[in-house]
């Protein structure tokens, strides 16, 4: 396919800019301890540069570390000392050619006590975010003008320091967003009231700017064009701001939305589809004439193209999808769209960093670690590795060793790769699975490896290969727990009925277990027409879903009528009942039913090793297979892993049990 929009030169402002593809600002938790740039945070950000990007907007950056900081690790510029570390950092990405942005950000009310050492979080109005559950102190006029000075000196240090111009953080609910919005606005000086007084904060710093950094500095602003709370902006006070800031001379709009109210609209689950989000970048592209930055779950290059294509935006912000795959857009400028590693929104990263470790990605485990995993060396001895299981652990070692020159043979007893992630039914999640899927099974074959599909693992058919190693990726089965009555004939585990399609017609139906294919299979035994009650129960797999989307799943539910039971513990199973009872009164009572479907997750699934160490120098278990039952994460983590140190595994350790 021909990119030409993607690949056509644009500016903002009088900056050009060599494409029209932005990486937007997105935490990394990689800044020092004091929130000084780090070697570390140079290589994340220079291996974009080098992948193609046009434009790549810091990370939110504090210009007032003492009220302003909103996690526990924020890049700052409130201080001249922080200059040569963004100084290094811009010259680092313009060697590929890529412009610096730098995003400056005050967390207002949705910063919280502890990342400010215990001072009273500050916010326009003293209105409490349900989200953080603190109340803020109203700053005084004097402190509100003393804010609008820093952001301005935020931005004259980003000049110096050789950015090529500055966003404004004016969404997602923080400070400036606080000031924007009629819901948390409701000062009564100039700063709050009407919508010329709630805009003022942002005038001044946007006026202090171009005063300070010159008329041609490029200044943009990231708007939640709509926030998705009652009261909040809306698409049309989106476009009335939108309207106002390219008046007083800002030079484009970054068209976001949400607030930490409504999180999974800033930071996608995978139930959203790809670009939902693009009609608020198109609503604003009518209103204005500057340029209108789209982004949201764009992961396909054909699709950014037909965004730019169709007009409704001039810039494409690839966010998540640069941290899965750096190349993106290197891949895509190459005619090389099959071996991109497109982003399928589980989440990992917002989860890392939200327990304040760095930045990862579950299908990139480089992510954050750039300067660990530099170069594969390649080996200087030709050497056959043997692979039994094709799930993602399995898919992953392969294709690794393979970059790295081993010959490879990958058994799969299934008829097709990626194990325990063909489990996943709901649409929009299960074609971003494919996603993944797709990209490990097109590197694999690129490369040459040997799979080898409904091939079972056979001892005798193994040793006659004389292989130099053996790799058990054999995945994970489903746990059945320990409970009176759980061998009666009508009980089921998941993964039975996703292999049998067998999901009854008008029955009694009780699901216990939660995770995100606990809830799938839940939805879909309703839709069959089924009387289905749904026992949560507490889960490895079911902690990792995060708040937000956990309540968008359970109101799924009860709208397809299903009973809902938390907090229960279950006693045992009888043949038309499963006996609860209530883990707060103790209070006991029946719920009837037909069947029981089990989803409580998997447990590891090793049944080979054993025997392969009495006939194998050197065999490895990696992924679900030791005891990680259900992390797509960490079982291509193990994968990567064990093929990048695989000669240092062998030569310190020989025979080795767990990665």
Not at 101 to 123: E, P
Not at 218 to 241: A, H, M, Q, Y
Not at 624 to 641: Q, R
Request: glycine content about 8%.
């Amino acid at each position: 396919m021909n990119y030409t929009h993607l690949f056509n030169k644009g500016t903002i402002g009088k900056l050009a800019l060599k494409n029209r593809i932005v990486m937007p600002p997105m935490e990394t938790n990689l800044s020092g301890a004091e929130g000084e740039i780090t070697d570390h945070q140079i290589r994340y950000y220079e291996e974009r540069a080098k992948g193609g990007t046009g434009l790549i907007i810091v990370e939110m950056t504090s210009i007032e570390y003492d009220y302003g900081k909103a996690s526990a690790v924020q890049t700052r510029i409130d201080d001249d000392r922080f200059i040569p570390g963004f100084h290094r950092l811009a010259n680092t990405l313009h060697k590929y050619g890529t412009k610096m942005f730098v995003q400056l950000h005050h967390g207002g009310r949705q910063s919280c006590s502890i990342y400010i050492n215990g001072r009273q979080i500050v916010a326009p109005s003293p209105i409490v975010s349900a989200a953080v559950g603190e109340e803020p102190r109203e700053l005084t006029h004097a402190e509100v003008r003393e804010l609008v000075n820093k952001f301005i000196m935020g931005a004259v240090r980003s000049k110096i320091a050789g950015a090529d111009g500055v966003e404004i953080h004016a969404a997602h609910g923080y400070l400036v967003n606080q000031f924007l919005s009629p819901l948390t606005n409701i000062r009564k000086d100039e700063y709050g009231g009407s919508f010329e007084n709630r805009m003022r904060f942002l005038d001044e710093i946007i006026a202090g700017i171009k005063e300070k950094c010159g008329r041609d500095y490029p200044v943009t602003v990231r708007l939640s064009v709509d926030e998705f709370v009652n009261g909040g902006i809306d698409v049309e006070l989106g476009k009335r701001i939108s309207m106002h800031l390219e008046r007083i001379g800002v030079d484009a709009i970054h068209a976001s939305a949400g607030t930490y109210e409504s999180f999974e609209t800033i930071i996608e689950s995978p139930l959203y589809e790809q670009g939902w989000r693009v009609y608020l970048a198109e609503e604003i592209k009518k209103a204005v004439s500057i340029p209108v930055i789209a982004v949201g779950v764009i992961r396909e290059p054909e699709f950014a193209e037909s965004i730019l294509a169709d007009g409704k935006a001039d810039f494409i912000a690839i966010g998540r999808g640069q941290i899965a795959d750096p190349e993106w857009v290197l891949k895509v400028m190459e005619g090389r769209e099959s071996e991109i590693r497109k982003c399928i929104c589980c989440m990992h990263c917002i989860r890392s960093v939200s327990k304040n470790l760095h930045v990862q990605c579950a299908i990139n485990v480089r992510a954050g670690r750039e300067m660990e995993f530099d170069e594969l060396t390649p080996i200087q001895e030709k050497r056959h590795v043997v692979i039994i299981g094709g799930g993602p652990g399995g898919m992953e070692a392969a294709r690794v060793l393979s970059q790295k020159g081993y010959k490879i043979t990958l058994f799969e007893k299934d008829n097709k790769l990626g194990g325990q992630l063909h489990l996943v039914s709901k649409p929009l999640h299960k074609e971003k699975m494919n996603w993944f899927i797709e990209f490990e099974r097109n590197e694999l074959k690129r490369l040459g490896v040997d799979i080898r599909l409904n091939t079972e693992a056979e001892l005798n058919k193994i040793k006659a290969m004389n292989p130099y190693a053996v790799i058990l990726a054999t995945g994970a089965k489903g746990y059945i727990p320990n409970i009176p009555g759980i061998d009666l004939p009508n009980i089921y585990g998941y993964e039975y009925v996703y292999s049998h399609h067998k999901y009854f017609n008008q029955e009694k139906i009780v699901v216990m277990g939660s995770g995100m294919i606990c809830f799938s299979i839940t939805d879909q035994l309703a839709g069959k027409g089924n009387d289905v009650t749904f026992i949560e129960l507490p889960t490895a797999i079911g902690n990792r879903i995060s708040a937000p989307t956990r309540l968008r799943l359970m109101n799924r539910l009860k709208r397809a009528n299903v009973k809902i039971l938390t907090d229960y513990h279950v006693l045992r199973i009888q043949p038309n009942a499963v006996m609860i009872e209530d883990s707060v009164s103790g209070k006991q009572r029946e719920v009837e039913m037909d069947h029981v479907v089990i989803a409580m997750g998997t447990q590891a699934y090793n049944p080979l090793e054993e025997l392969y160490r009495l006939h194998f120098n050197h065999v490895f278990v990696i992924g679900d297979a030791i005891n990680h039952p259900g992390s797509l994460s960490t079982a291509v983590k193990d994968g990567f892993e064990l093929a990048y140190v695989f000669e240092s595994q062998i030569c310190n350790k020989g025979s080795v049990v767990t990665v």
